[in-house]
């Protein structure tokens, strides 16, 4: 009876250590990636283009979908750093408000599109495209109608992207004000992260710059073959991913810096919403083939690509890293091993540090001390989005409010 019971109890406690290791093993394996990115992009990349190939004809295209309080401002300011070689294209989309009176009014050219079936930035680059076909330029880059370049940002995104043959995306930022409050500034910080350390990271290991759908330049011959006309909430990763497959992976060029205003708490939560959904779908969709598809055929952009994709956004996975080794020790207390709790969680602490490091060289201007103890509270906010996840993500596009 003793032996039964004692070869009961080592199968029930195998059973225990089996189901930790199952439940551990891939959200461990998903930080090793986004340690390696991030332990690799605390230092910046070196540059490899110059002003060696300015394009003759350059256009600025920019969509823009009920942008009347803004865009105003940024044309005014954009206007006052372009090269004289290029021009500024609107692409004023089912707007309902003057944002085509007043982009003309500062002398953009403004083409209207009309189509409330068919909506989206997609589409409305696909339309700016068409119109551009007749006599295009030699090089387009893209910017949200609320963006705005460092000073010589586009001189050297261009250049890059004739010299390149290649898509260029610039290091994509968003600031919050003076008046900013904790969750903005941590929101930016974590944007920081995205757009800049692991981008630097993941370019380093060999895959492609994650395109972000603003500070993008193409060359003609690039952006004329481009899947454009789609209602898909997070068309840039679409490309990147359709680019990186057919070998014309995206440069990351850290020398040119483009800037947003960040929204809201309300209209934050809103396109966090929009480009945390976007993003798993691309995951679910994309991650494995990528790394399927670059083993296969000897491609690391592919395969790093892959790997990239598989780690959710960082809100995200520290809130399933969290609930995961209170689970792991849970079933420690109920007799099992206590490895995939102690490895689970000292991947984690590695990751704070990294963030921590990351903060200290990069993101103390946008992350204030005073606001980092708010982030439990900012993983909590998120919390909506991930239950409107559960029950459907979110596949339309929707306007991102602004500032007044």
Known sequence: MSDMMLTTGVLDMNALDAVTWIAVVPVFLVFMIFVNEVALGLVPVDEQYGLAKIPRALTILIPAHNEATGIGETLFRLKEMLPDCSKILVVADNCTDDTAKIARALGAEVVEREDIEKRGKGFALDFGRAHLSATPPDCIIILDADCLPDLGTIEILSAAAIESGRPVQAINLMYGGPNAGPLIEISNFAFLIKNLVRQRGL?????????????????????????????????????????????????????????????????????????????????????????????????????????????????????????????????????????????????ISLSLLLLAIAWWREGREILSARAIIRIPYYVLWKVPIYVKLLKGPETEWIRTGRKD
């Open 203 to 347: 370019v380093r290991l060999g895959g492609p710059a994650m395109l972000t759908g603003t500070g993008m330049a193409f060359p003609w011959e690039v952006f004329k073959g481009l899947a454009l006309a789609s209602s898909n909430i997070v068309e840039d990763l679409a490309i990147t991913v359709n680019l990186t497959l057919k070998k014309t992976k995206p440069i990351l060029l850290e020398g040119a810096k483009v800037w947003s205003a960040a929204a809201t708490a309300k209209d934050t939560l809103t396109q966090r919403t929009r480009w945390e959904h976007g993003f798993i779908a691309t995951m679910r969709k994309h991650a494995i083939p990528a790394i399927v598809f670059g083993i296969l055929n000897g491609q690391l952009a592919s395969l790093r690509l892959g790997l990239h994709l598989l780690v959710p956004p960082l809100a995200m996975l520290f809130a399933i890293g969290s609930a995961l080794s209170t689970f792991a020790l849970i079933f420690f207390a109920l007799g099992a091993s206590p490895v995939p709790a102690l490895i689970l969680i000292a991947m």
